[in-house]
């Protein structure tokens, strides 16, 4: 199972920042993203390493990094109207379980410019806010 699911998400990755033929390999544009980086966010016993961090507008691979003693966490990263942490979300970026075998949670997601939420479902203090430039 391990295994499957390391084929599954290659599978995913690749198709997903794959060069359509006949796009151009140099510059980018809609049909060239560029490659997702990867955005670690440690979550601690007493909950996010970070309360927020900032990048810039992209493709991410958003990895929670379960260093807290409670396991089967569900994170959500939802997309907020304003700045505010607390509002009601403007909608799901991603979410799911942690792989428990790895003590993680890995989504990909695409940040535009605005304010994202990280949030551990039970945890309401655990929550930690992406600012998009």
């Avoid at 199972?1 to 359509?20: E, N, Q, R, W, Y």
């Avoid at 510059?27 to 961090?53: D, M, T």
């Avoid at 939802?78 to 991603?94: E, H, K």
Wanted: net charge positive; charged share 15%.
């Amino acid at each position: 199972m391990k295994c499957s699911k390391a084929i599954t998400i290659a599978v995913l990755f690749t198709g997903l920042f794959a060069t359509p033929s006949g796009a151009q390999s140099s510059g980018q544009n809609a049909n060239n993203p560029s490659p997702a980086q990867v955005l670690v966010l440690p979550l601690k016993p007493e909950g996010f390493a970070s309360r927020a961090v900032t990048v810039k507008a992209g493709f991410y691979l958003v990895d929670v990094v379960n260093r807290s003693t409670v396991r089967n966490l569900n994170v959500q990263i939802d997309r907020m109207p304003g700045t505010n942490l607390s509002d009601n979300s403007a909608g799901n970026v991603a979410g799911g379980q942690e792989e428990i075998h790895r003590s993680q949670f890995l989504g990909a997601a695409h940040l535009t410019p605005g304010t994202y939420r990280v949030s551990i479902a039970g945890h309401p203090r655990w929550v930690c806010a992406i600012n998009v430039k």
